[in-house]
């Protein structure tokens, strides 16, 4: 008798774990911010990684390093390095995405993204909308929060259930995401990371798109030490015709009436690379705003060189910046420019 107790008191005791376990990962409200570290999961705030990455946004969609956010939904994630792929799985659907494409794979057939995957900090950062979506989950983008809210399938039925109580004259809040998105552009070079700040900030602050510039040979430590004359930067920043080739295309970049453009100074002015950026594009009828970070050389004549380069364009007196610049110093220095 006490067996058969034992063994039906375990088995409920398991139904009720499998039941609690179910109801945890169906009902799910993940809430991010851009430029925001941490996210709330069911109004419990966590981190999004320990590297302290955040949203941001890149032709007007919402990008992130997804894996924090894909297992709180309770899918999983795979990185292939040699493919340059993230594999993504939650319950009977499987994502595909690979760096620089806007073909992703969902359940092995093709699908057209309008954003793709980029690598920014080592980090590879994914469209959230697609994948969430994709999922079976639903997005909600607030554009004077800048927050993005993903609903599992039990949360949505949840809030449409309140929508449906309310007087039937209350207008109804559209989701749309941020209108200029497409015609502004934040372009920026940075090997130590220092630049990616002001960067990353200048983009929330005008909700530009973002593309970082990489080297198609990436820089090492070795390759900026400026203690040594014959390191690679030493030896590029003493020739003016030193052109390093830039790995990646911006591919709509005659969409962006407005582009931003940084860079570290290297050796008092602007690294070699910045040149190569700037004879391969047309800047016709486009408003150019550079920026710079270093510790304490000023931007100087880096500004002159790149309008001298570059075919057309309103180029704007550039502006240096600290490595830790506040979003409130970029903040003021955008309105200062009176952009609108």
Do not use: H
């Amino acid at each position: 008798m006490n067996k058969k107790f034992g063994l039906w008191f375990l088995l409920a005791l398991l139904l009720v774990m499998s039941f609690s376990m179910s109801v945890s990962a169906a009902d799910k409200e993940i809430v991010l911010k851009i430029d925001d570290p941490m996210m709330t999961v069911n109004k419990s705030e966590k981190q999004i990684d320990s590297f302290g990455t955040a949203p941001v946004i890149s032709n007007g969609r919402t990008l992130l390093p997804i894996r924090a956010v894909v297992e709180e939904m309770g899918g999983s994630v795979e990185w292939n390095a040699e493919n340059k792929q993230t594999e993504l799985k939650y319950a009977d659907t499987e994502i595909v995405l690979t760096t620089d494409s806007k073909t992703a794979l969902l359940n092995g057939a093709e699908t057209a993204i309008d954003t793709a995957p980029v690598i920014i900090n080592a980090r590879t950062f994914l469209p959230i909308r697609f994948i969430a979506e994709s999922f079976g989950f639903k997005v909600d983008w607030n554009s004077e929060s800048k927050t993005i809210t993903i609903l599992s399938s039990d949360k949505t039925e949840e809030a449409e259930e309140v929508k449906e109580t309310q007087p039937e004259d209350t207008e109804e809040v559209k989701e749309t995401e941020p209108e200029n998105a497409n015609k502004t552009l934040v372009v920026y070079f940075s090997v130590t990371g220092n630049t990616d700040n002001a960067a990353k900030k200048i983009a929330s602050e005008t909700n530009a798109d973002i593309y970082k510039i990489e080297a198609k040979q990436p820089y090492t430590d070795e390759d900026i030490d400026y203690n040594d004359d014959n390191s690679r930067t030493s030896k590029e920043q003493n020739d003016k015709s030193a052109r390093p080739e830039i790995d990646g295309v911006i591919e709509n970049f005659d969409d962006y009436s407005l582009v931003f453009v940084g860079y570290p100074i290297w050796w008092g002015d602007s690294p070699r690379i910045m040149s190569t950026f700037a004879e391969s594009y047309d800047f016709t009828d486009k408003t150019v705003v550079p920026f710079c970070t270093s510790a304490s050389s000023p931007i100087g004549s880096s500004t002159k060189t790149f309008s001298q380069l570059a075919k057309g364009g309103k180029w704007l007196e550039g502006k240096r910046f600290s490595a830790n610049a506040s979003q409130t110093e970029i903040s003021e220095w955008i309105k200062s420019l009176d952009l609108n």
